[in-house]
């Protein structure tokens, strides 16, 4: 079974350059506290730093990043190096900044069932595909776990409830004869 807190997927379209990692490391604490924060969760609001760290950890949050193009050091110091070739005169390569732009986090016991919560893409980032991409890579981590028996989520929107059961399977529990879905929102 894979450590879903490890995973990494890259994409580069003419758009820019893309990274989506569960690496809680990389994680903009601020960045997603902020996204509890829009209408477009309107399910969420922002939470004190120590419990938004504390459900974070428990938590597998997959995250959405922007890459910024790393700019090389210079050749030498009279005679910089451009930002499309690397410096001969190190080793060391640059490091490209992550700038977290989304997230989709999985509530779960690592091993038989996993709640998709909190998707949110920047709306600025919207419409370059990179929703259904982030969502193909939760799906993937699911995949992963062979004894999963059961994935959750809520979704308002018709046109994403479309979209989750073509891409990730997902039904109406209503259509399970067996099965009540309660809930409560607060205590």
Request: net charge negative; glycine share 4%; proline share 7%.
């Amino acid at each position: 079974m894979e450590d879903l807190n490890d995973q990494t997927w890259h994409r580069d379209d003419e758009r820019g350059t893309y990274t989506v990692s569960t690496k809680p490391d990389l994680l903009d604490h601020d960045f997603i506290n902020k996204a509890f924060g829009t209408d477009d969760m309107f399910w969420a609001a922002t939470i004190p730093k120590d419990q938004l760290a504390k459900a974070l950890s428990q938590s597998v949050t997959v995250a959405l990043y922007e890459q910024a193009p790393a700019i090389p050091p210079p050749k030498t110091a009279s005679e910089p190096s451009s930002p499309r070739e690397g410096s001969p005169t190190t080793d060391v390569q640059s490091q490209a900044s992550l700038e977290q732009i989304g997230l989709a986090r999985l509530v779960t016991d690592h091993v038989t069932f996993a709640y998709l919560s909190d998707v949110y893409v920047l709306p600025e980032k919207r419409g370059r595909g990179l929703f259904p991409w982030m969502i193909a890579c939760v799906k993937e981590l699911l995949e992963a776990h062979p004894a999963l028996r059961r994935v959750t989520l809520f979704t308002g929107s018709e046109g994403l409830r479309d979209f989750y059961a073509r891409t990730l399977g997902v039904h109406d529990m209503k259509e399970e004869p067996k099965v009540t879905t309660m809930s409560r929102k607060a205590f």
